[in-house]
């Protein structure tokens, strides 16, 4: 498994502004992925962060409001922007080395008002 | 569309029974199945993957596969109070992403 760690674990915003979520693990990982995971919901993927190159975003995801970055392999960061109360959620970090399976840091648990 | 089916519970169970989760997957393509358990407020945590028909045992949990019926287990022995939590079963067709399912929760009573 990763250690994986986010930064920060909670936050309360204004609605309009933006916020930026760290994301580091404690060695190198091949693929790193980001998650929001609305109340009494599963997992949603927003995006796969390439390192060196733009993040792959899914379906109903666009980079304007989802910028990602991952500068090396192990840090990431994913920011919420022009943030509205309906991007209140949990963030997850996760990474997944050669094999499959993936593995998910502590959540960052957003709450726009 | 990939789609993975569970039932959202609640599941409950007596201590020292047996927890019998599934999950059905729609995408024939599958290769890799896996099961995380998740605390409430807390993030998933992987407690089994299994890539082969068949049964896969780690200590009190078996997962089962069986691709021809695209169907998934996890069993759950001697089930104790902390396994209580929801249980997502996740898929990855071929070298896509993950695909989640919305998690059955477990109740194990006392």
């Known amino acids: 498994s990763a250690v994986i760690s986010q930064k920060p674990s909670r936050d309360i915003c204004q609605r309009g502004t933006s916020l930026t979520i760290q994301c580091q693990v404690d060695?190198?990982?091949?693929?790193m992925f980001w998650y929001r995971q609305q109340p009494g919901q599963s997992l949603t993927l927003i995006a796969t962060?390439?390192?060196?190159?733009?993040?792959?975003?899914e379906s109903g995801f666009v980079i304007d409001k989802f910028p990602i970055s991952r500068p090396n392999l192990t840090f990431s960061t994913l920011t919420v922007s022009n943030m509205s109360p309906e991007d209140s959620s949990i963030y997850l970090c996760?990474?997944?080395?050669?094999?499959?399976?993936?593995?998910f840091g502590p959540g960052t648990r957003l709450t726009v008002t | 569309q990939k789609e993975v089916e569970q039932n959202s519970g609640p599941l409950s169970v007596p201590e020292g029974a047996i927890a019998s989760l599934n999950c059905t997957y729609s995408?024939?393509?599958?290769?890799?199945f896996f099961w995380y358990r998740q605390y409430s407020g807390k993030s998933p945590e992987l407690i089994m993957s299994?890539?082969?028909?068949g049964d896969k045992e780690d200590g009190r949990f078996t997962a089962q596969l069986n691709k021809a019926s695209q169907y998934v287990s996890l069993l759950i022995r001697d089930s104790q109070p902390s396994d209580s939590a929801t249980y997502l079963c996740?898929?990855?067709?071929?070298?896509?992403?993950?695909?989640f399912g919305k998690g059955t929760m477990l109740l194990v009573s006392p």
């Open positions: 299994i890539y082969s028909n």
């Open positions: 060695s190198q990982v091949t693929m």
């Open positions: 995408d024939r393509g599958s290769q890799s």
């Open positions: 996760s990474v997944a080395r050669q094999g499959d399976e993936q593995y």
């Open positions: 962060a390439n390192q060196g190159s733009e993040a792959t975003y």
């Open positions: 996740a898929v990855r067709p071929g070298y896509s992403t993950l695909t």
